[in-house]
Each structure stands twice: as C-alpha cells, then as structure tokens.
C-alpha cells in the first residue's frame, strides 16, 4: 500500500469527519476517482489507524474540557471554561446523549454497512441534510451557549448522532444542525457535537480493535501504513476542529450547504452513468 495514498486517505477521513461533509462519501468516492485499487485501502487495518487517529485528534484538543467535565460530573470544583463551569451536569447530558447511537449502532449496524451503503443513498443523504443543515442555520437563533444545554437539547442531539449510521449523512453535519434548532450558536452547537463524538469515536475504536485482535493482529506489511494513518489523520483531525471553530465564530455554514449538495448531485449522477455503463 503506497504511502502517499496512505496519507491522501488520512486527509480525507479528518477533514470529513470533522467538517459536515460525510466521511463515508468521501472515503468511497475518492479512491474511485484516483483509480487507487489497493484492497488495504477497505481493510480493518486501515479503518482502525483512520479512526484511532480521529479518536486522538478529539481526545488532544479537547483534553481540558474533558478533565473539567469529568471533575465536575464527580462534584469536584475546577477551573477552567466559565460556560461549563455553569453546566456542572454536562458530563451525564454527554453521556445521555450518547446511548442513541450505541442503541442504533447494535440494531442496525449491518443495515448501514450493506443495504444502505450504495450511492444512491449516500447522494441523496448528501442532499437532504445540506437542506437541513440551510433551513437550520437561517432558522436558529444562535442565542444558547454551553451553559444553557438542557436534557432535551442533549437527547435531541443525541438522537441525530444516531441517524448518522445511515451513510451519507454526517454525524457533524446532523448533530450541529439540530444544535442549531435548538437555538445553540453556531460554535456551542459544534463544540458539543464533537465532545458528543468523543464516546462514540472511542467505541468504534475499541470495538475495531477487538475485531482486528480476533483477526489475528495487523496484517503482514501493515505497521507502517497503520502508524502513518494513525498519526496524519491525528495531526490533521487537531487542525481541522481549530480551524472550524473559528471559522464557525463569524460564518455560516452556506459554503458546506452548497458543498454537499453539489457533491450529493455529483455522486448520483456517477451512480447513474455506472449503472448504465454496466
């Protein structure tokens, strides 16, 4: 497996992951138009150094914030950001939050990884949350921050988590979007949706890694790949959620609105000409 696929595929999955453009269309449609054919490119091994790298990106960007959720879950007083000072209860709103997507995830697992995983519903996906994420971001009112997140806000968000299963939708593109009906700003709703990914990330992680352990270990000429995968998708994963917070402060989300849909037109109509070529 070349290296510089290796390191091109680590890009992609960062920069979709984190920004609400579905990892899962990307990670499909990019090898396809490159002509890249390496069967490592689908493997276990691969997946895992992808998302171990995505888990390290989170978990190192938001380390503080997770050291002061955890501590004031507990009751323990600590300093640090004023906005979930005042949400001492946001750790188990977090926890809440994210039993949909695990409830989802055991139930309908296989049906996101077969049936559903075609272009014809990752480009319609593509489509129909771009719709969402316009008609949320005209129609929030931006008003809530960190602090004002209440138990329904938590659940609702949680539950649009879990509708990501299906491929093309975007865990971030969902969650930030119904952050946004909530009438959360624009930057809370995205930091809470990548906190909220943190649980979800470390358990497609463990459970990968067990699947690679009953697999017996990497597979032969993969350690490099893996470590490369691993660290790229990290290093680039940290920049993106820097880079989209910031952008988030004085932006809308139009540019990715426009992205999707575009790209959702683009992946039906490749489907279409496939189809008929065949």
């Known amino acids: 497996m070349p290296l510089y696929q290796v390191i091109v595929m680590a890009i992609v999955q960062s920069l979709t992951e984190f920004l609400p453009i579905s990892s899962t269309a990307h990670l499909a449609l990019v090898p396809r138009l490159l002509g890249w054919t390496s069967p490592e490119l689908h493997s276990l091994d691969f997946d895992i150094a992808l998302h171990v790298g995505t888990l390290a990106a989170v978990i190192v960007y938001f380390f503080r914030d997770w050291v002061q959720l955890v501590a004031q879950g507990f ?3 600590i300093g640090g950001d004023p906005a979930l000072a005042q949400n001492r209860n946001l750790l188990w709103l977090l926890a809440a939050a994210t ?3 695990g409830v989802f995830g055991y139930f309908f697992k296989d049906l996101a990884e077969g049936p559903l995983r075609n272009s014809f519903v990752i480009g319609t ?5 771009g719709i969402v994420m316009y008609i949320a971001d005209r129609a929030g009112h931006f008003k809530k921050d960190l602090d004002q997140i ?3 806000d938590s659940m609702l968000i949680g539950l649009a988590q879990a509708v990501a299963i299906v491929p093309g939708v975007s865990r971030s593109g969902i969650t930030i979007s119904t952050g946004l009906f909530r009438n ?3 930057h809370a709703a995205a930091r809470f949706s990548f906190l909220l990914s943190t649980p979800a990330l470390t358990g497609a992680a463990l ?3 067990l699947d690679i352990q009953e697999a017996g270990g990497l597979s ?3 350690q490099v790949p893996f470590l490369v995968g691993v660290v790229v998708s990290a290093v680039t994963g940290w920049v993106v959620i820097a880079v989209f917070l910031r952008f988030l402060r004085t932006h809308t989300l139009r540019f990715f609105v426009y992205y999707r849909i575009i790209f959702g037109i683009i992946v039906i109509a490749l489907a279409i000409f496939v189809r008929r070529a065949g």
């Not at 996906?125 to 949350?129: C, P």
């Open 99 to 101: 039993v949909p997507v």
């Open 125 to 129: 996906m593509l489509i129909v949350v």
């Open 220 to 222: 032969p000429g993969m």
């Open 207 to 209: 459970k990968a890694f």
């Open 75 to 77: 009751g323990l007083r």
């Open 150 to 152: 209440s138990l329904a």
């Open 184 to 186: 959360l700003n624009r």
